[in-house]
């Protein structure tokens, strides 16, 4: 049965203008465990990296080197931070994103990447904005910025960075479709429903 494990909660802090605080703010950083691979969704910021490798090591047994596959919910600079850590890991990004990350599989659809573990497209934030669905004891949705805060959940708003508001309603509107446990780009996991 595919496990999950949260290595970094994310977090945003804000000026009073509402501009991001990037020395203040980084992704959740999350690893998915099926058996045959251990697949990390986003890598926070740089500055992390302490955090990421505290918990793999807390969890056992997973080295930054087992890892075999990286999953960039979209190319954000506090979402890549630490990609460099993953040295084996094949690593897979929308071809929407203009971000530069060498090497990367450009997906374009909705893409199974191992059992039960699926890249569903979920633009709006930026145009090449991807979700993980997973099934594992129940559905997780690891979203990114498609939902930041669980606020833009239970207010049911979209992420206020965004490059098409209707498509981000949309994105959430599929996520929360699918989703028991949805994991945000920079919030505490909560439960949808
Ligand atoms: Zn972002």
Partial sequence: MNSID???IGH???N???????EETWSTSTLIRTGDHNIVVDTSSGFMKPAIKTSLKQIGKVFP????????THGHS??????????KAKVY??????????????????TEIAKGVCIVPTPGHSPGS??????????????????????NYTKNV????????????????????????????????????
């Fill in 16 to 22: 009073e203008d509402g501009s991001v605080i990037c």
């Fill in 78 to 87: 506090d979402h890549i931070g630490n990609n460099g850590m993953f040295k």
């Fill in 158 to 193: 979209p992420p206020k960075l965004n490059v098409d508001p209707g498509q981000a309603m949309e994105s959430m509107k599929k996520i929360v479709a699918f989703a028991d446990v949805i994991v945000p780009g920079h919030d505490q996991p909560f439960i949808a429903h």
């Fill in 12 to 14: 945003l802090e804000r």
């Fill in 130 to 151: 991807v979700s993980v669905f997973v099934d594992a004891d129940r559905h997780y949705a690891i979203v990114g910025d498609a939902i930041p805060l669980k606020d």
């Fill in 65 to 72: 080197e087992d890892v075999d596959i990286l999953i960039l």
């Fill in 93 to 110: 990004i929308h071809k929407d994103e203009e971000c530069d990350v060498p090497d990367a599989v450009r997906i374009d659809k909705e």
């Fill in 6 to 8: 949260i290595l970094v």
